[in-house]
T-cell receptor, first 114, second 116 residues
């Protein structure tokens, strides 16, 4: 079945540091890939997505590239801010079914220090 | 606010009691999903509806769980004879599916259930 593996957390960075959060997946066919973010006290929000190999999703300075050869979708940001402190979830949606249900990783907590 | 809403936001109950949660999706979204999130884990799919039809249920959804979407609008999730292992955040999401591709799921704030 489908699965998503995220690097272990939590991650603590200083403001303006470079961020990489690793995500790898196992899926049949050609899934769509996503990063969701959950800010303190708020619901899950879609951060970015990529629907086919080599696509790059980007939003709010975050980027992730769909790498089919390494089955990865690592999240990067060149300069993090305190406001980026949140829990980040990597997820996939299989194209083999039409239900579009999401399979999530465990999530990783990012804390950014001023 | 026209986002997904869930009620109640928090529920504390005693083991063995029944609980019911409600989800109101974004207006005119034809798909509605339920997920469960336990501490330190990502959300796990439970079930989904397209309009009023329940099209898939996860193996996580035991016989004590039932979900309905009677008129294709709001949905309810009922848990009968609650157990301590049911303690979790229950998330609802909705999307507008047009027959192909992926349509973004918009999540509600969740209902946090604590079973004592």
């Amino acid at each position: 079945g489908n699965s998503v593996t995220q690097m272990e957390g939590p991650v603590t960075l200083s403001e303006e540091a470079f961020l990489t959060i690793n995500c790898t997946y196992t899926a049949t066919g050609y899934p769509s890939l996503f990063w969701y973010v959950q800010y303190p006290g708020e619901g899950l929000q879609l951060l970015l997505k990529a629907t086919k190999a080599d696509d790059k999703g980007s939003n709010k300075g975050f980027e992730a590239t769909y790498r089919k050869e390494t089955t990865s979708f690592h999240l990067e940001k060149g300069s993090v801010q305190v406001s980026d402190s949140a829990v980040y979830f990597c997820a996939l949606s299989s194209r083999t079914g039409a239900n579009s249900k999401l399979t999530f990783g465990k999530g990783i907590t990012l804390s950014v220090r001023p | 606010d026209t986002g997904v809403s869930q009620d109640p936001r928090h529920k504390i109950t005693k083991r063995g009691q029944n609980v019911t949660f409600r989800c109101d999706p974004i207006s005119e979204h034809n798909r509605l999903y339920w997920y469960r999130q336990t501490l330190g884990q990502g959300p796990e799919f439970l079930t989904y509806f397209q309009n009023e039809a329940q099209l898939e249920k996860s193996r996580l959804l035991s016989d004590r769980f039932s979900a309905e979407r009677p008129k294709g609008s709001f949905s309810t999730l009922e848990i009968q004879r609650t157990e301590q292992g049911d303690s979790a955040m229950y998330l609802c999401a909705s999307s507008s599916w047009r027959g192909r591709g992926y349509n973004e799921q918009f999540f509600g704030p969740g209902t946090r259930l604590t079973v004592l």
